[in-house]
């Protein structure tokens, strides 16, 4: 073989599961790959998977056995791609090509899940040795192979070069519809529709809001769980006939991956026990830290996301099994009460509305948490064309989607999804239900917390008035915090002199 035959358009770096997959799309839209791993199974597996697939004698995918040899099989400038472990990894990587000879115009581009302050350090680390460029990925194992939903950000010379590569082989939905264009099997391509890649902005913006997509998959995921909760305990359904239910509802306004993989999970079957695999799961998630993140951002940047925090919470909850299992003998509560067919009918309509309106809440903070992070970091952050990327590829797609799409399309101002009519409308035409589905799974003494919390948050923000002038008169009397008047020009702070006989209120000067 030539040198210039083994010359790669792309270097790749880390072939876990995210990575192999990532490297045989990129292979299945025409490109070349130098592929490098710590572990040279790795390598090989990559390299054997391709031609096994590939139906020509070249090979697309060459394997390397160090950062030296993958820079020489490059086409330069070189451009790189890592799929490692956020953190010191990607650092450790960084070095190795600095050591290895890479070049101040080579691009380098980290797709793992970094904490967006840690991609922006990055930028300014490497400046002087190498282009950092970032981009999110979303998807899991199957997206990574047949078109994920891509969030890149760093400077625009870096995305001009990247983004025929990143639209080839992203996730595409039909530009009428709105749904997805689907692509599944190996050595397919799909040229024709919307790619789910666009351009976020600076260094950090693509992961930033990555962290917030993840923040709504928690909450997402929470909704999903708690209805399943209430159907299981509540009218003591099996898990066939909840998936029966989740399927029909997979069919409408519900239509989601999330969903759909509910289905698929509560219908598996133990191979050992053939009875419900989700049964004999035990009840303790894990969690790797993006909706802990999302969580955090929300209260540094003061904005309310209750849904997300608590669907966090949730899972911290659900680790202290010995703890719960305690409680549960030591703890009274309600005894769950048998209903009739007609009204667990009803029920169950009810608990539709309530995983709808719950849902639109979760995106509404997802969404107005980035809007504030904009302003906060100087970002110009398109919210149409986030919401756009996200209608396949993703973790979070779902039909639902193309709905926000076009509610920040009608008004790209919008501070909050609960002021679009659209939506203000379906959360008016079912809010009734999301109550009555929460009152029945409180009399039954089932938690659902983002469920919950959501009617709160939307209860809290169609409040003209809220309790915070107490708050605010209790702020005052035990630490002189001053308060507003309605009475009064907006911005004069007044004071209450608590401790004199007399309580005089007085405006205090700036």
Same mark, same amino acid.
């Given at each position: 073989?030539?040198?210039? %035959?083994?010359?790669?358009?792309?270097?790749?770096?880390? &072939?876990?599961?995210?990575?192999?997959?990532?490297?045989?799309? &990129?292979?299945?839209?025409?490109?070349?790959?130098?592929? !490098?791993?710590?572990?040279?199974?790795?390598?090989?597996?990559?390299?054997?998977?391709?031609?096994?697939?590939?139906?020509?004698?070249?090979?697309?995918?060459?394997?390397?056995?160090?950062?030296?040899?993958?820079?020489?099989?490059?086409?330069?400038?070189?451009?790189?791609?890592?799929?490692?472990?956020?953190?010191?990894?990607?650092?450790?990587?960084?070095?190795?090509?600095?050591?290895?000879?890479?070049?101040?115009?080579?691009?380098?581009?980290?797709?793992?899940?970094?904490?967006?302050?840690?991609?922006?350090?990055? #930028?300014?680390?490497? %400046?002087?040795?190498?282009?950092?460029?970032?981009?999110?990925?979303?998807?899991?194992?199957?997206?990574?192979?047949?078109?994920?939903?891509?969030?890149?950000?760093?400077?625009?010379?870096?995305?001009?070069?990247?983004?025929?590569?990143?639209?080839?082989?992203?996730?595409?939905?039909?530009?009428?519809?709105?749904?997805?264009?689907?692509?599944?099997?190996?050595?397919?391509?799909?040229?024709?529709?919307?790619?789910?890649?666009?351009?976020?902005?600076? /260094?950090?913006?693509?992961?930033?809001? %990555?962290?917030?997509?993840?923040?709504? #998959?928690?909450?997402?995921?929470?909704?999903?769980?708690?209805?399943?909760?209430?159907?299981?305990?509540?009218?003591?359904?099996?898990?066939?006939?909840?998936?029966?239910?989740?399927?029909?509802?997979?069919?409408?306004?519900?239509?989601?991956?999330?969903?759909?993989?509910?289905?698929?999970?509560?219908?598996?079957?133990?191979?050992?026990?053939?009875?419900?695999?989700?049964?004999?799961?035990?009840?303790?998630?894990?969690?790797?830290?993006?909706? &802990?993140?999302?969580?955090? +951002?929300?209260?540094?940047?003061?904005?309310?996301?209750?849904?997300? /925090?608590?669907?966090?919470? /949730?899972?911290?909850? +659900?680790? !202290?099994?010995?703890?719960?299992?305690?409680?549960?003998?030591?703890?009274?509560?309600?005894?769950?009460?048998?209903?009739?067919?007609? #009204?667990?009918?009803?029920?169950?309509?009810?608990?539709?509305?309530?995983?709808?309106?719950?849902?639109?809440?979760?995106? /509404?903070?997802? !969404?107005?948490?980035?809007?504030?992070?904009?302003?906060?970091?100087?970002?110009?952050?398109?919210?149409?064309?986030?919401? %756009?990327?996200?209608?396949?590829?993703?973790?979070?797609?779902?039909? !639902?989607?193309?709905?926000?799409?076009?509610?920040?399309?009608?008004?790209?101002?919008?501070?909050?999804?609960?002021?679009?009519?659209?939506?203000?409308?379906?959360?008016?035409?079912?809010?009734?239900?999301?109550?009555?589905?929460?009152?029945?799974?409180?009399?039954?003494?089932?938690?659902?917390?983002?469920?919950?919390?959501?009617?709160?948050?939307?209860?809290?923000?169609?409040?003209?008035?809220?309790?915070?002038?107490?708050?605010?008169?209790?702020?005052?009397?035990?630490?002189?915090?001053?308060?507003?008047?309605?009475?009064?020009?907006?911005?004069?702070?007044?004071?209450?002199?608590? +401790?004199?006989?007399?309580?005089?209120?007085?405006?205090?000067?700036?």
């Amino acid at each position: 073989m030539t040198q210039d %035959k083994l010359l790669c358009d792309i270097g790749f770096i880390g &072939l876990g599961v995210m990575g192999k997959n990532l490297v045989l799309n &990129l292979a299945d839209n025409g490109y070349n790959i130098a592929a !490098f791993d710590l572990s040279d199974e790795k390598v090989q597996a990559v390299i054997a998977q391709d031609k096994q697939e590939n139906n020509t004698t070249t090979p697309r995918v060459y394997g390397c056995s160090s950062y030296t040899e993958l820079l020489s099989q490059l086409k330069a400038p070189h451009l790189i791609v890592l799929s490692v472990p956020a953190g010191a990894p990607v650092d450790q990587v960084c070095e190795n090509l600095i050591g290895a000879g890479i070049q101040p115009d080579d691009i380098i581009i980290d797709t793992g899940n970094s904490l967006w302050v840690d991609t922006v350090a990055r #930028e300014k680390k490497y %400046k002087n040795n190498f282009l950092l460029f970032s981009s999110a990925v979303s998807g899991g194992e199957v997206g990574a192979r047949f078109g994920p939903s891509l969030m890149p950000s760093g400077a625009p010379y870096a995305w001009a070069r990247v983004k025929p590569i990143w639209e080839a082989i992203s996730a595409k939905v039909d530009a009428v519809t709105g749904k997805p264009i689907e692509r599944n099997q190996p050595g397919q391509t799909v040229d024709t529709g919307e790619p789910c890649a666009a351009y976020i902005g600076p /260094a950090g913006a693509g992961h930033y809001v %990555k962290m917030v997509h993840n923040g709504i #998959e928690y909450a997402d995921m929470q909704i999903i769980c708690e209805a399943y909760h209430v159907l299981r305990i509540g009218l003591g359904l099996s898990c066939d006939e909840i998936a029966d239910i989740f399927e029909h509802w997979n069919n409408g306004l519900l239509d989601s991956y999330l969903m759909e993989i509910s289905v698929e999970v509560l219908r598996q079957k133990s191979s050992d026990t053939n009875t419900a695999l989700v049964d004999l799961i035990l009840d303790k998630a894990g969690q790797k830290g993006t909706g &802990l993140w999302t969580a955090m +951002s929300s209260l540094e940047v003061g904005c309310p996301a209750p849904t997300i /925090a608590q669907a966090v919470y /949730a899972r911290s909850i +659900s680790s !202290f099994k010995e703890l719960r299992e305690q409680a549960s003998k030591d703890l009274s509560g309600p005894t769950v009460v048998s209903v009739s067919k007609e #009204e667990s009918q009803a029920i169950i309509e009810q608990l539709h509305d309530a995983i709808y309106c719950a849902k639109i809440c979760a995106y /509404a903070q997802g !969404f107005q948490l980035m809007k504030l992070a904009e302003k906060e970091h100087g970002w110009t952050l398109d919210f149409a064309s986030i919401a %756009k990327i996200w209608r396949a590829g993703c973790i979070i797609r779902a039909v !639902f989607l193309q709905s926000i799409t076009e509610a920040f399309t009608r008004n790209e101002n919008l501070d909050n999804l609960l002021l679009d009519k659209f939506f203000a409308e379906q959360l008016s035409e079912r809010h009734v239900n999301w109550r009555k589905s929460i009152c029945f799974a409180t009399m039954n003494g089932i938690p659902t917390g983002a469920l919950s919390s959501a009617l709160a948050y939307y209860d809290s923000m169609r409040a003209a008035v809220l309790p915070a002038n107490l708050l605010q008169g209790q702020r005052d009397f035990f630490g002189a915090h001053t308060f507003e008047r309605v009475d009064k020009p907006a911005g004069k702070k007044y004071h209450v002199e608590w +401790s004199s006989d007399e309580r005089k209120t007085i405006l205090i000067d700036d």
